[in-house]
């Protein structure tokens, strides 16, 4: 009878641990990183009789959860991808909301301000008009520096996102290093500790979300995380710290992800980040901001200095030369590499001579790195184009539309600088009066045609190179396709009907003035271009800004295409993540829907389990019962 009360015993202490176990997977079905449990039973080693061994029952193993390194390593991966692609998504939205098409955008502004001179030109003397022009020279200034404070918004936080990202990662670390302790101290009762381990797994999980890592299991039971292929931010029993850092310029609008282990700081390097929310910031803020605040800049400089440059071209309605429109900011100077052993100040500006460069920039950042004290060479960071320089050669050295030349100290082999030309141009740009008699839409030269011309010739433009006009020079045509100068003699020049006939006879013309002609003049033909007598009935100036709107600017582009080529690229950049999202997503989803077929608790499984479980149970103390029944029947007659 003992022999079948054990049987009993143990079944029925086998069968509640089963029991237990499914309802502690039925009570977990909605716990984050939950693996199912299940008990693992095995017979008690039988007793042997003349007869043969008879079972001694069951008894449980141990408690195992249903787990699968595989498939748990690759959708920690796959999830830890897909939230860097959707992170990066999710900022390039907002990045697209800051540049507006349509009636609000700056591309409306631009074009409404540049339309304004038509009315000017028309009608030189309308003070009314002038105030409109001033009017759309305002609203264009403000847009920029609207877009322009939305993107430094955008900056700060992406900045906050990152720091509460590091924060986050260095708390859960601790939190794995712990539980690293108690997995190896369990570890030594010979079973295993389910729960803390799908506490671990979670955890790196987590961690994952915010930045990619790979592990390595230790045979206590520890498992190691590591950053960047090998910085180990999680060993045994201890964990590093992450903290955020600036690149080797010191770029405020950059960050660098660093990692501290035994007193020691490691920058790691964006490349080898992987996955993970921060990895997605740091690609949006070093690249992503960095093209878009780029590309605003560009424009802002550009159209403020062209603008500029053709309004000190003009005489307003005082007779005083032009000034400039737009009020902007100096371009800032180069950082200086922290391993710099010289102390030179890198000065960057606008091209002046020999022409205007404002026609020639690329919206990109610039390394310049030194050979020698002069010499070095100028990397594109936007696609990596090298350009040359020797300073003792030709000083300033010219990229892009810009002069880059050494303002102060002197600079050491082996010295780097970033050049940042169009980081504030947004942020600074201001109309600079107020007063519409102060614009200057008069040309400062006029041209005159002889009044006993018999040709047909005609003035078709005339355009003002420098102000004040220089002195008078007359055209004497000596035939229907040759002139003389009066500035320079008998020499004969070819006249070629749309052609333009600079003041400068040698290129690049950039002083005086370039006047086209058309038709057919005739021998003694005269046409005289002087300073204009009347400014105050001329609007040949306002006719040179308001024709800016032609002008190749932007990459080949008019300038009136310049913010429509903004948005193409800022929205292309969104497309291609919003694929890269998808297509991420989609394979995380995947992957963890076979993960959790193999870890998860089903709660249909787990209702048929219990049914099986508790019909067990009660057999086994059915069992019991029949054996006191036996035992009480003995009893009884042994008492008779």
């Known amino acids: 009878m003992t022999n079948i009360q ?28 939950y693996s199912r449990q299940s008990v693992v039973m095995k017979s008690v080693a039988g007793q042997f009789s003349g007869g043969g061994y008879y079972g001694k029952g069951v008894e449980v193993s141990t408690v195992q959860r249903a787990y699968s390194e595989f498939l748990t390593r690759q959708a920690t991966l796959s999830s830890s991808v897909s939230a860097s692609d959707s992170k990066r998504l999710e900022q390039l939205k907002q990045l697209e909301d800051i540049f507006q098409g349509g009636a609000n955008g700056i591309g409306a502004a631009v074009g409404n301000m540049l339309n304004s001179f038509s009315d000017v030109a028309n009608a030189p003397t309308d003070l009314t008009a002038r105030t409109v022009v001033l009017t759309r020279a305002d609203e264009t200034a403000a847009r920029f520096r609207a877009a322009s404070a939305r993107l430094a918004d955008l900056k700060q936080g992406v900045n906050n996102d990152l720091k509460a990202s590091v924060s986050a990662v260095n708390s859960l670390a601790k939190q794995i290093a712990s539980i690293n302790e108690e997995i190896a101290r369990a570890k030594g009762t010979g079973q295993t500790p389910n729960d803390l381990l799908d506490q671990r797994d979670q955890l790196i999980r987590e961690v994952n979300k915010y930045v990619q890592t790979s592990t390595i299991n230790a045979d206590d039971g520890t498992v190691g995380l590591f950053l960047a292929n090998s910085h180990p931010l999680v060993l045994g029993t201890t964990s590093s710290q992450l903290t955020l850092t600036s690149d080797d310029f010191s770029d405020p609008s950059k960050s660098k992800l660093a990692i501290q282990t035994n007193g020691q700081t490691t920058v790691l390097e964006e490349s080898t980040l992987g996955g993970g929310e921060m990895a997605g910031l740091l690609r949006f803020q070093n690249s992503d901001l960095v093209e878009a605040d780029n590309l605003l800049g560009r424009m802002a400089l550009a159209i403020g200095s062209a603008m500029n440059e053709q309004h000190r071209l003009g005489i307003d309605l005082n007779g005083n030369a032009g000034g400039d429109l737009f009020k902007l900011g100096n371009v800032p100077p180069g950082f200086a590499s922290a391993a710099n052993t010289g102390n030179a100040t890198l000065g960057v500006s606008v091209q002046s001579s020999p022409v205007s460069g404002t026609t020639q920039f690329s919206a990109s950042d610039y390394q310049v790195s030194f050979t020698s004290g002069t010499a070095g060479s100028i990397v594109r ?44 141009a947004a942020s600074n740009i201001a109309t600079l009066f107020s007063s519409a008699r102060s614009l200057a839409m008069a040309s400062p030269v006029a041209v005159a045609a002889g009044s006993t011309n018999t040709g047909n010739g005609s003035v078709v433009g005339l355009s003002a190179r420098s102000n004040p006009a220089p002195a008078a020079v007359t055209l004497t045509f000596t035939g229907p396709g040759t002139y003389t100068r009066s500035d320079t003699g008998a020499t004969p020049y070819t006249y070629t009907p749309g052609q333009a006939i600079e003041y400068d006879l040698t290129p690049p013309a950039t002083t005086g003035w370039s006047l086209v002609m058309n038709g057919t003049p005739q021998a003694g033909d005269t046409f005289t271009v002087q300073a204009n007598a009347y ?28 913010y429509s080529g903004l948005m193409a690229q800022v929205g292309v950049r969104v497309q291609s993540a919003d694929f890269a999202a998808n297509i991420s997503q989609s394979i995380a989803n995947n992957i963890e829907a076979d993960r959790s077929a193999v870890s998860g608790v089903n709660l249909d499984e787990e209702a048929a389990r219990l049914i099986q479980f508790q019909q067990s149970y009660q057999a086994a103390a059915k069992m019991l019962q029949i054996s006191q029944t036996i035992v009480d029947t003995l009893l009884q007659g042994m008492g008779r």
């Open 535 to 562: 400014p105050a009935l001329n609007a040949g100036n306002a006719q040179s800004l308001l024709g800016l709107r032609d002008v190749a600017m932007f990459d080949g582009a008019a300038l009136t295409d310049g």
């Open 381 to 424: 960071l936007s696609d990596g184009q090298v350009t040359a320089f020797d300073l003792a050669v030709s000083s300033p050295a010219q990229v892009d539309g810009l002069d880059i030349q050494i303002s102060a100290g002197s600079a050491a082999a082996g010295d780097k600088f970033l050049l940042k030309p169009f980081s504030a």
């Open 6 to 33: 054990n049987i009993g015993t143990r079944a029925l202490l086998a069968n509640q641990a089963a029991l237990q176990t499914v309802g502690n997977n039925i009570a977990n079905v909605n716990t984050p990183g």
